[in-house]
């Protein structure tokens, strides 16, 4: 009786581990990657280099602009959220933003500048090399959501529009966001001066 009383004591004194995902948010995801990653890949396909770098106006940018900042954005986001430390504390401050972000993040008529570091400068020398660094990772992305047990609900970091965001929040992020550029780029194949 003595060891069963210390056995529960010695449970309550110990730290809690981190929750992982719950099946649904996880599986939310997981979907919203998939989706995203198959509407962007099948917007860029067969594309010519005169359509992958047609501009319809100066300000304006083109599909390669478009997928070179997704790209970009693609690499910024797991690589770097998950190494702050936890915060549980500012639970508060990002919950219940998780529809908010699948809804407001498409939402074209809201334009929102690019960061200096997630502007496209041609580093990748063709379109198919930026097609395969995408493909790369967002198949890291979708791995690390389907096998991590971090929580990502107690990792944060700011976002321009929505403010604090948790970690699980901005794997939601990175998938609209993808969703939004893949508009722009149909709106880019819209334009009547666009190559045939």
Not at 95 to 113: A, H, M, N
Not at 156 to 182: E, N, V
């Amino acid at each position: 009786m003595r060891k069963l009383l210390w056995l529960s004591l010695a449970t309550l004194a110990m730290p809690a581990l981190p929750q992982s995902l719950t099946k649904e948010e996880r599986e939310r995801a997981m979907s919203e990657l998939h989706a995203t990653r198959k509407l962007f890949l099948d917007s860029v396909a067969d594309l010519s280099e005169a359509q992958w770098n047609f501009k319809p106006a100066p300000a304006v940018w083109s599909v390669a602009e478009c997928a070179e900042h997704i790209a970009l954005s693609e690499d910024h986001v797991t690589q770097k959220l998950m190494k702050s430390p936890a915060e549980p504390e500012k639970r508060v401050e990002a919950k219940g933003k998780d529809e908010l972000i699948l809804e407001k993040t498409i939402d074209r008529s809201q334009k929102v500048q690019a960061s200096k570091m997630l502007r496209a400068t041609h580093q990748w020398p063709s379109k198919e090399d930026l097609i395969t660094h995408f493909k790369e990772s967002r198949d890291r992305n979708i791995a690390y959501v389907e096998r991590t047990q971090d929580d990502l609900r107690e990792h944060f970091a700011p976002h321009p529009a929505f403010k604090l965001l948790d970690g699980y929040q901005w794997i939601l992020m990175i998938s609209t966001h993808l969703h939004r550029h893949t508009l722009q780029i149909e709106e880019v194949k819209t334009n009547p001066n666009y190559p045939k």
